[in-house]
């Protein structure tokens, strides 16, 4: 491999064409190489973007490109286990958009697949490689806000009007949950380092078989968990760690820079507010540098599917919970 990574990207996914082809073009020691489309008009803001891109008619055609090392997934979320597979197959590293899976289980061959082949395959959960939530980590290790007791975070934005979107449709794993629950529950996970115990409550309102607003109550061995995520309400994001001797909030903490500044508040018990600013990173940029220097320096990737699969096992829970 040379001194960098060639990636390609599965498709022209408008997220892919707004955030993570420019992240992957942007980011250090990778390079965006290659897309798979066969549609001329889609691929040319790609090619705008990365001058001397190779555009391939197919996605077979793509994971057969010997010069290509690594691969983003953008497609629809029911078909990411079946292109992941191929592509590590196929010997390509794969970042593959979240959720991997639409079910814990489902997980288990992807793993088995990446031990197999010895190469890296992730979920593009991008908060854990932004400082703000790296920083929330480190400051309730250090006990900054006391014994927690509550957590509480929100996500939600309104796509009603979009009736075509993947995440209004059942057939293509929509739904509020498995499009942004993914954030509300394994950001609890990821501060804490707990695995929730037991889920009290889960009231779902659902639209033509998708969910559009789930309310969650959860007991975590040490603290009392509440989540909402709604596609039908006005946008807004939030994450409260609440202990016994402060406040920590997060502003920002899915869409750092789109949505506002991804800042992080403590106010102890004293109501003496400290703010940590971090207005110039992007995690998308540092998710693919982190994966870079996982597959250059056989580092240590920040966000493994063990990880990925701990969450999308909340939101097994859940459903169980809904379901009786």
Known sequence: MADHVRWGILGAAKFARQHMGPAI???????????????????????????????HDSYEALLADPDIDAVYVPLPNHLHVEWTIKALEAGKHVLVEK????????????????????????????????????????????????????????????????????????????????????????AARFVTGEEPSEILSAVVDRENGVDVWTHVTARFPSFHYTGVVSMRMAPWQEVVFHGEEGVMKLSAPF???????????????????????????NHYVHQVEAFNATVLDRAEYPCPLEFSRGTQAMIDMVWAKEAG
């Open 25 to 55: 073009h942007m980011g250090r020691r990778g390079r965006l190489a290659a897309l798979a489309t066969s549609s001329a008009e889609k691929a040319a803001p790609f090619a705008a973007l990365a001058p001397g891109l190779v555009v």
């Open 255 to 281: 869409n750092a820079g789109v949505y506002g500044e991804a800042r992080v508040v403590l106010q102890s018990r004293d109501l003496v507010e400290t703010v940590h600013r971090f207005p110039a990173d």
């Open 99 to 186: 959720p991997l899976a639409m079910s814990a289980p489902e997980f288990d061959a992807v793993i088995a697949k990446r031990d197999a082949t010895g190469l890296l395959a992730a979920e593009a959960y991008m908060i854990v490689h932004h400082p703000q939530w790296q920083k929330a980590a480190q400051l309730y290790r250090e006990g900054t806000i006391g014994k927690l007791v509550r957590v509480s975070a929100a996500f939600s934005y309104d796509n009603r009007v979009d009736t075509e979107n993947i995440r209004n449709r059942p057939d293509t794993g929509g739904g509020a949950v498995p499009d942004i629950g993914v954030y509300i529950y394994g």
